[in-house]
C-alpha cells in the first residue's frame, strides 16, 4: 500500500518561495503518475501539476512560469518548487499518485488519483 507525506509548507510572504515534499513509502513511486492538488477553504480540490512516468509535466494555469514539479525516483520523493507566491496560493497542498499512465487531460482531476497524502499549509501573508 502506497503512502503518501508531504511536508515543506508554512507562512510565507508576498513574492517568497516555498519547497514542498512528497515522501512515498510502502511502494515505488516511479510506477505511479504524480499530481500536485491545492484546496482553499470554501473551494474545490484544484489540480495544479502533474508529472508522468515518463517524467512528461503538466501544469495548469495558476502554476505555469512560478512552480516546477520534479519526482526523484532514487529517493522515493517528489517536489514542487513554488516561486513568487501569492496570497491567493493560500491552502492546504496536497500531493497525490495514480497510475502508470495518465492522459494529460486527466492530469489536473482528482478522479484520476488513487493515493492522497494528508496535506500541508501553504499560508502566503505579510
Known amino acids: 500500500q502506497l503512502q503518501l507525506v508531504e511536508s515543506g509548507g508554512g507562512l510565507v510572504q508576498p513574492g517568497g518561495s516555498l519547497r514542498l515534499s512528497c515522501a512515498a513509502s510502502?511502494?515505488?513511486?516511479?510506477?505511479?503518475?504524480i499530481g500536485w492538488f491545492r484546496q482553499a477553504p470554501g473551494k474545490e480540490r484544484e489540480g495544479i501539476s502533474c508529472?508522468?512516468?515518463?517524467?512528461?509535466?503538466f501544469y495548469t494555469d495558476s502554476a505555469k512560469g512560478r512552480f516546477t514539479i520534479s519526482r526523484d525516483n532514487a529517493k522515493n520523493t517528489a517536489h514542487l518548487q513554488m516561486l513568487s507566491l501569492k496570497p491567493e496560493d493560500t491552502a492546504v497542498y496536497y500531493c497525490?499518485?495514480?497510475?502508470?499512465?495518465?492522459?494529460?487531460?486527466?492530469?489536473?482531476?482528482?478522479?484520476?488519483?488513487?493515493?492522497w497524502g494528508q496535506g500541508t499549509q501553504v499560508t502566503v501573508s505579510s
Open positions: 497525490a499518485a495514480g497510475p502508470v499512465f495518465v492522459s494529460i487531460g486527466r492530469c489536473e482531476l482528482p478522479g484520476a488519483y488513487n493515493y
Open positions: 510502502g511502494t515505488a513511486l516511479k510506477g505511479h503518475t
Open positions: 508529472i508522468r512516468t515518463s517524467d512528461t509535466t
